[in-house]
């Protein structure tokens, strides 16, 4: 008679019968929550479709579609179920050093590198070199005052002004004294010394060793200029200013006569109340025609009342002009506090109540400046200290946008500060990492540049405000080509607007609309001539169980034998690059098939695509959905039905053991054969007949069915 193991107890079968193997349903739980997935969901053959992509990169793993990208290279998702070639991006020239701004004054174009300063010819597609006089540049703006438009470079120590874009002057305020002192009384008229005209002087006839003092409220200073005329061979001077209490040397010795002469304190900026010269003549007499402090205009700028608002590197020193008049200084205040180095200075709207303000950013986070008071306020919100941190600020769009290292802090009017850079979810993939360095908004698109050094790839990502998604603009060919910065015109300088940006050594420019975002509504748009890879989501549906890839079936349009979208794909972890096939024709192009249509077995599947255009810089391929087709062939498991002999004396002993087994939560091992020696099974006891049908019998022995069932099997 033949008998099981069940459970580590032999029992036996009833005479003549069978134990009845089946294949069973391998997953009935469901995965991970309500409306979860269970092996029912499939067909047999399930498709997942590929064709929005406008949440942007950052996602490596995926359910399915989710709407963003791994990432991509040289292809546009900005429209759902458009997928197209980027823009063609063209090298401007030859600019020569590595640009730190770029700026539109004048409807003309003009960048910024160390000692230079060059205007765009776009006839004849060269740089204009129009000054050389800054050494490391920082920043520029252009501002309109009651009587011109200008515009300002600036270092941290100096900067450079003009109102036509060819002659280009330091920047500095020249304020006139105010007031003199003749503390030896050895000056005649010594008031000509600051009344604004070179043909007046006050003169010393004595003129060895004798200082006179020129005063006025307290300044930001670091300069000064003077006029003077020395009467004999050998004739020299001494100039120093005034501050912490205390005179300072600036200079001693010759100076050129009958001209403005410029000497600087190599001490930096300082809070002067006044300057003395005297003059060392060796004959008989020494005059000065005229005498003036100097107010840089240095760091970083921004318009606001009316005004021109600087601030140093430092953060600790605020300088503005006048209101309505650029040229004249105003005042200055010193601000207290540890602001690390200070990258950005702009004018934005306080988050509590929307009243204008200028705010600056750090290396130590966001200020707000009261300008009234002269006091800086950091804001709540953190961000790491990095030595790049704060390296862009702007408001736009009813926010504050910080770069904040390899972040992007967005700070709206009303409701939390949120991070929305390419750092969030999985980031930016290995070879493409770097700092937040510039940023600018064309409409709702935030657009930013990733500096990746000397050891990544650099890029430009954009962002849309409304529904978020970091999306791929462009990426250098090779790392050690940094991005510093970007620049927008819009349309009205430049056909379908252009975005600038500075790439190593090179100026470099696309089209970018503002007319509208979808760029093949624009019909004289020009596209890049081969994308790189648009890589999605690796799909881990059910990854544990093995599955069959099928084929792959598109929807485009405008496809060619040239202007084609080849399909790739990456199994189990690989990297995207095995060839599946090309899209060709439109706009239900030919299946593509794993293995001739048998298929391939994979646990995870990642696809990519790579777009390419014929001679026609306006056409390019579109990707409107990518279909998937699979199915999953789960490791095969069993239930078992048998009918168990329960007589004599142990009759009820075995249909209790039953029920217990019935109520055990574990799995057992079973023995069809009934040899341990041989094949086990884990099963779970899940049908047998109830206490009550047992009783009813009356003799309580006899027979009872059972069925028995694998639950998962790897």
């Known amino acids: ?33 309500a409306g979860g997935i269970t092996y029912e969901n499939f067909q047999q053959a399930t498709p997942e479709e590929y064709f929005d992509f406008r949440k942007g990169i950052g996602k490596k ?51 910024v590198g160390s000692s230079q300063i060059s205007k765009w010819d776009a006839t004849s597609s060269l740089w204009t070199s129009v000054d050389t006089s800054l050494a490391t540049p920082l920043d520029t703006i252009v501002i309109t005052d009651s009587t011109d438009e200008y515009a300002l470079v600036c270092s941290s120590s100096d900067g450079v ?37 070179t043909a007046t002087y006050a003169n010393a006839a004595t003129a060895n060793g004798h200082y006179l003092e020129l005063t006025h409220a307290a300044l930001w200073c670091d300069r000064v200029r003077f006029w003077v005329l020395l009467e004999g061979a050998g004739s020299s001077i001494d100039v120093d200013l005034y501050y912490e209490s205390a005179w300072h040397n600036i200079h001693s010795g010759n ?15 300082k809070s002067v109340t006044a300057m003395r010269i005297r ?121 504050v946008w910080v770069a904040t290292g390899y972040g992007i ?28 360095y510039d940023m600018a908004f064309v409409n709702n698109w ?56 500075g790439e190593g050594t090179d100026v470099k420019y696309m ?17 890049v001539a081969t994308s790189g890879y648009g890589s999605f989501p690796i799909l881990r549906k059910v990854a544990g169980i093995p599955k069959t890839a099928l084929n792959v079936g598109a929807i485009t349009k405008s496809c060619s034998a040239t202007d084609k979208i080849d399909v790739y794909y990456g199994l189990n972890g690989a990297t995207t690059t095995t060839y599946l096939g090309s899209l060709i024709s439109s706009p239900k192009p030919t299946t593509l098939t794993f293995n001739s249509g048998l298929g391939t077995v994979f646990y995870t599947i990642q696809f990519a695509v790579k777009l390419y255009r014929g001679g026609t810089a306006t056409n390019s391929p579109e990707l409107e959905s990518l279909i998937f087709y699979y199915y999953p062939v789960p490791t095969r498991i069993s239930s078992f039905t048998f009918d168990i002999l329960a007589t004599g004396d142990n009759a009820g002993t075995i249909f209790s053991e039953f029920e217990t087994l019935l109520d055990t939560q574990t799995l057992v091992a079973f023995y069809p054969s009934g040899d341990t020696a041989k094949t086990s099974y884990n099963v779970k006891l899940t049908k047998m007949p109830s206490r009550s049908w047992w009783e009813d019998r009356g003799i309580h022995e006899g027979q009872f069915q059972c069925t028995a069932e694998e639950i998962i099997k790897d």
Not at 412 to 428: C, E, H, I, N
Not at 513 to 523: H, R
Request: proline fraction near 4%; charged fraction near 15%.
């Open 409 to 436: 802090l967005k700070v709206p009017m009303s409701g939390d500060a949120t991070f929305v850079g390419p750092d969030l979810g999985d980031g930016l993939p290995s070879g493409y990492q770097g700092y937040i």
């Open 279 to 399: 003059t060392n003549d060796a004959a008989t007499y020494g005059r000065i025609y005229e005498a003036d402090f100097g107010c840089p205009i240095v760091g970083y700028m921004t318009e606001f009342a009316n005004r021109l608002y600087c601030i140093t590197t430092d953060g600790k020193g605020v300088s503005y002009s006048a209101s309505k008049d650029i040229d004249t200084y105003g005042g200055f205040f010193q601000l207290t506090g540890n602001y690390g180095t200070v990258y950005d200075l702009f004018e934005g709207k306080l988050l509590a109540d929307g009243t204008s303000a200028v705010y600056f950013t750090s290396t130590e986070g966001l200020f707000s400046v009261d300008t009234t008071n002269g006091i800086a306020y950091k804001q709540e919100v953190a961000y790491p200290t990095l030595t790049y941190s704060g390296h862009k600020g702007l408001y736009a769009n009813a926010a």
């Open 61 to 111: 793993r995926g359910l399915g579609s989710d709407n963003k990208l791994d990432w991509s290279e040289g292809i546009d998702f900005t429209t759902e179920g458009q997928a197209v070639l980027g823009s063609f991006v063209t090298t401007a020239g030859a600019f020569g050093v590595a640009p730190s701004k770029i700026f539109d004054f004048q409807s003309n174009t003009y960048a």
């Open 446 to 501: 935030l657009i930013y540049c990733v500096n990746g050094g000397t050891t990544d790839k650099s890029s430009i990502i954009k962002r849309n405000t409304n529904y978020g998604g970091n999306l791929q603009v462009y990426t250098t060919s090779a790392a050690n080509k940094p991005i510093a910065c970007i620049h927008y015109s819009p349309s009205s300088l430049y056909t379908n607007g252009r975005l600038w940006f």
């Open 161 to 197: 002004i003009t109102t036509d874009g060819t002659t280009w002057t330091d920047s500095a305020w020249w304020v006139t004294p105010t007031g003199t002192v003749d503390p030896d009384t050895a000056w005649t008229n010594p008031s000509y010394a600051n009344d604004d005209n």
């Open 255 to 269: 100076v050129t006569e009958g001209a403005w002469v410029t000497k600087k304190n190599s001490a930096g900026l």
């Open 1 to 33: 008679m033949r008998e099981i193991s069940l459970n580590g107890k032999q029992y036996k079968l009833v005479s003549g019968s069978a134990i009845a193997q089946e294949p069973i349903n391998p997953f009935m739980a469901r995965w991970a929550g």
């Open 511 to 527: 089209m970018f609309p503002d007319i509208t975002s979808n760029v093949k509504q624009v019909s004289t748009y020009e596209y």
